[in-house]
C-alpha cells in the first residue's frame, strides 16, 4: 500500500470555526497531491472583512472566491508575478476566513519535490515557505477552489493521527504591513522545516499580499 493510503481524511467540523480556532488545530495535518505529502508545520490565519492584510477585505473579486466558498477548499493565489501560494479555507460559507499554509515537513515523494525544486540546498528548504511549499508540491492555480476533503480530489487534507502540538509557537505574520502586529501565525516549535522569516520572527522588507 501507498504511505498515503494509509492516512485518513480530515473531519469537516476542524475547518468549520474562525480561521483564528482553524489554524493552529492545522499544524501537523498532512498536505496530499499524488504521492507527495507535507506536514504542515507553519500557518497564518486570514480573517476577510475584519482583516486588512486579507485579499478579501474589501469583498469579492473573482481573484479571492474560492475564500468565500465553504470550509475545506483551497484558496490558491498568484503573489509577485511569479509564486503560487495556498490556503485552507474555513469558517461559515460566505466569511472568507482562511488559513496560509506557510510551511511543511516533507514526508513522501521527496524525489518529485527535489525536481521541483532544484535550487533548494537541503530537504528542510524544499517546503519552507510558502511559495516553496506549493512550488515543491505541484499546486498551481488549476488547484484553486478543489475541494481538500473530496476522497478522489487530486489536493487532500489528512492526518496521520499527529495530534497538533499543546504549545505551539505563536507570532505576528510575516510578509505584510497591514495589522502586522496580530499574533495571527502559529508553527511547531523547534522544527527545522519552518519559514525563514518565521524563525526569524521578522518581516521581509517588501510587502506580500495578505489572504
Known amino acids: 500500500m501507498s504511505p498515503v493510503g494509509r492516512l485518513v481524511p480530515v473531519s469537516a467540523e476542524l475547518l468549520a470555526g474562525d480561521s483564528l480556532d482553524v489554524a493552529p488545530r492545522l499544524l501537523n495535518t498532512v498536505l496530499v497531491h499524488g504521492e507527495r505529502a507535507v506536514r504542515i508545520v507553519e500557518v497564518e490565519a486570514y480573517r476577510g472583512e475584519d482583516d486588512p492584510a486579507s485579499h478579501a477585505y474589501r469583498g469579492p473579486t473573482r481573484r479571492n472566491a474560492s475564500m468565500f466558498g465553504a470550509p475545506g477548499h483551497l484558496y490558491v493565489y498568484f503573489t509577485y508575478g511569479m509564486h503560487w501560494c495556498a490556503n485552507v479555507v474555513c469558517g461559515p460559507e460566505g466569511r472568507a476566513r482562511a488559513v496560509l499554509l506557510r510551511a511543511g515537513a516533507p514526508l513522501f515523494g521527496l524525489d518529485a519535490m527535489r525536481a521541483a525544486r532544484p ?79 518565521g524563525r526569524m520572527g521578522g518581516r521581509p522588507p517588501r510587502d506580500a499580499p495578505g489572504r
Open 119 to 197: 535550487a533548494a540546498r537541503s530537504t528542510a528548504d524544499l517546503c519552507s515557505g510558502p511559495a516553496k511549499l506549493c512550488q515543491a508540491m505541484g499546486i498551481e492555480r488549476a488547484h484553486d477552489g478543489l475541494d481538500l476533503l473530496e476522497p478522489a480530489g487530486a489536493v487532500r487534507l489528512l492526518s496521520d493521527g499527529h495530534a497538533p502540538p499543546d504549545d505551539p509557537g505563536v507570532g505576528p505574520r510575516v510578509g505584510i504591513r497591514a495589522a502586522a502586529d496580530a499574533p495571527w501565525r502559529w508553527w511547531v516549535r523547534g522544527e527545522p522545516n519552518v519559514s525563514r522569516g
